[in-house]
């Protein structure tokens, strides 16, 4: 159960996605009320149902809505005493961002300015926001820590970093905002009951749901964007993170909300890098299965490595990643075999939405 002082309901957007959706069993698992707000873009309502069957406990209210949609999503606060809220809702495909940046900027900084003037007119003023690790953009060599500059070298990353900085400017102007940061570096794998788990809408952006459909069948061969990168192996290295390990960090964030003052911004990676042969290495050996790949050209706004030094929100909240990467891989592989067609391909329950 939540501690004492924890904010009993919560609003969770994009709580059908990847990793919001995995949030919400975090939080229905510690006996939060939880409220959802999605407009599906890159998910699918059947995910919400399976939510409640691995909680065995059901959402406080569902909502179909666009963030930036001011109206609907007062109403909301209307109907509900939110304590806080954990914003997941934001476009998040690097390559996407670099052919329709006007998108990324009106749905994540715009999104973002839309829920903060809502939660201020209804008095909200907790809040949980999702960040990355591509505001650092082109930073060297890791372990990067939270006081590394921004650099961001792609508008979905640049989205990320004003946000950032509106709610720095927020904070400092009013001290009754308590903001936690998440700048997450790559969240993967899936709910080990295989129920949840990472099913992009149309062809996968990220390294993770790629290699799984790759597995399954559903995609001939990997991509490797990239073999000359200034690496052991030539691949780019990222700090993979398991999602359970992710959204842990998520509850813990609230139960320390009532502690904290102004923004206060982590990082949450587990401090180890893996290439992209790493990984299909790694995959194939949880799976049994070859990932075919070819190596390409480079994709537009990637850089060569970025890992995590997560030592501050160890000493501040005690928070450490216990799954390794072929956890993720297990976990992936799991959610990917028994829906090899994601959400979407999964039979329909007559008369609901699962
Ligand atoms: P996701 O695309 O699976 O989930 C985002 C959810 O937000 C989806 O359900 C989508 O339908 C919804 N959404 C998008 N725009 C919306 C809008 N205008 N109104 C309402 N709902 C909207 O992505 P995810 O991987 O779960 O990422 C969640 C958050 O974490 C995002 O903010 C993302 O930028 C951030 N993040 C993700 C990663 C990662 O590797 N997955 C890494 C760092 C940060
Ligand atoms: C990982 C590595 C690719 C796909 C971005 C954001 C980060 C977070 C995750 C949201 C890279 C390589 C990928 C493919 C490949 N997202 N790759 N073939 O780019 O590190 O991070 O998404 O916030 O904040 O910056 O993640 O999973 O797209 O790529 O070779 O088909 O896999 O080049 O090196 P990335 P990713």
Redesign the pocket.
Known sequence: MCAAESPSTVLVTGGAGFIGSHACVELLDHGYQVIVVDDYSNSCPRVLPRVERIAGRFFGAVYELDIRDRRALSAVFDRHPVDAVVHFAAH?A?GESTRMPVTYYDTNVGGTTALLHTMHEHGVRDLVFSS???VYGDAGEGPLDESTPHRPTNP??AS?SLCERVLADVCAHDPRWRVLCLR?F?PAGAHPSGLLGEDPHGT?????P?VAQVAVGRRRR?????GDWPTPDG??I?DYLHVMDTVEAHRIALDHLADSRGLSVFNLGRGQGSS?LDVVAAFEEASGVSVPYEITGR?EG?VAA?VADAGAVARAWGWRPSRDLPAMCRDAWRFQQLNPDGYRGSPRRPGTKD
């Open positions: 998040k690097v990355s690790c591509s979905y990353a990320k997450y790559n996968p952006d990220n390294l993770f790629y990997l991509r490797v964007l990239g691949t780019a990222r992209v994709r990637d970025l």
